[in-house]
């Protein structure tokens, strides 16, 4: 009996091992059930959501995006000290990130943000030039200067035109995200916006472009965060982003992938 229930002991141990070993072959060890937190700013949600599906499905990891404008994710991290990686939609909410002590220094450019004048179809307002937007009466939707980077770069744009004050006149919305920028102009809230290429494709507005010599071109950066507990697999996602592959996903929508000679001033 003693011999019977060895033998059975020993097959049961020998299965168990064959088990182990076949649902160990092929499996990356170390990445596999992990979580990475991902803080990216709201223009960029539709090629970040993509590229995190297909990071997922290639390294058996679930990415979670956080969106928002820079300006409030940066608060976020501040107070949280959670997360692995931070992309905004331009250099300098990155840079402020760095001098806050939350993020790499190290950071690798993405794509373009090329700003953009969207009016409504048909241009009834007749708006031809940045300047055109400080005339009388027209209703201007800007991004939030602190918050967003269209923000900011209308501040650069609108200074290179000499048209701060009289802007500042027309302006009826400054959204805390583009997108409330653009739901202004899909409303008809607004006259005219300054919007991305990306966010103002297809055929809902008329589009003014900005000589590159007049306007403030925003670059995408991504780098990981200083509190990241999984900084490798944070940075192989960065280096993701950033591959041939990566890239590709953002020129889906609508994004100039870095570097472009077209926006080299």
């Known amino acids: 009996m003693k011999r019977v229930s060895g033998l059975i002991l020993l097959t049961l141990a020998v ?8 649902g ?67 250099q300098p909410d990155y840079q402020n990130a760095v001098k806050k002590g939350l993020v790499s220094n190290n950071s690798q450019l993405v794509a373009y943000h090329v700003p953009i004048i969207a009016v409504q179809k048909g241009n009834p307002l007749g708006i031809q030039t940045v300047a055109n937007l400080a005339k009388p009466g027209v209703r201007l939707a800007l991004g939030d200067i602190n918050a967003t980077a269209i923000g900011k770069a209308g501040v650069k744009i609108f200074d290179n035109y000499g048209v701060t004050a009289e802007i500042e006149k027309n302006v009826v919305l ?3 995200t583009i997108n409330e920028v653009v739901t202004a102009m899909s409303t008809g809230n607004a006259d005219a916006a300054l919007l991305t290429m990306d966010n103002a494709k297809g055929d809902r507005f008329d589009l003014i472009e900005i000589p590159v010599t007049d306007n403030s071109i925003l670059i995408a950066p991504i780098g990981i965060t200083t509190f990241t507990t999984q900084p490798e697999l944070a940075q192989k996602f960065a280096d993701f982003v950033v591959s041939a592959e990566g890239k590709a996903i953002f020129e889906k929508y609508g994004f100039p992938a870095y570097p472009n000679e077209k926006y080299t001033s």
């Open 15 to 22: 299965l168990a091992a064959v088990i182990c070993a076949a």
């Open 24 to 90: 160990c072959i092929g499996t990356p060890a170390g990445d596999e059930n992990k979580t990475l937190l991902i803080y990216a700013g709201a223009g960029l949600k539709g090629p970040m959501a993509e590229i995190g599906t297909v990071f997922g499905e290639k390294n058996s990891v679930t990415v979670d995006l956080t969106y928002g404008g820079s300006g409030v994710l940066i608060s976020q991290m501040e107070t949280s000290h959670l997360g692995d990686a931070f992309i905004p939609g331009g």
């Open 174 to 176: 400054r959204g805390a």
